[in-house]
């Protein structure tokens, strides 16, 4: 039984969570930010994470990058 929580415990230390901020706003200088929270596996994907998400601000979709 000792092992399971090991295990668990190991797995969730490889998922780490991130935010995500929006790179077209930044240069657009509007007040505000789009931020999104995600987590990623650190083990799999140790480079920074860019995905595209929806800015309501803009009100399109836009490449998110990860930042620390």
Not at 24 to 36: A, D, L, Q, V, W
Not at 39 to 54: D, G, Q, V
């Amino acid at each position: 039984m000792a092992r399971k929580k090991t295990e668990s415990k190991k797995q969730k230390e490889l998922r780490v969570q991130v935010v995500l901020e929006c790179t077209e706003h930044k240069k657009t200088g509007m007040p505000g930010t789009s931020r999104y929270i995600t987590t990623k596996n650190r083990k799999n994907s140790p480079s920074r994470l860019e995905m595209k998400k929806y800015n309501p601000i803009l009100r399109k979709h836009t490449v998110h990058k990860e930042i620390k």
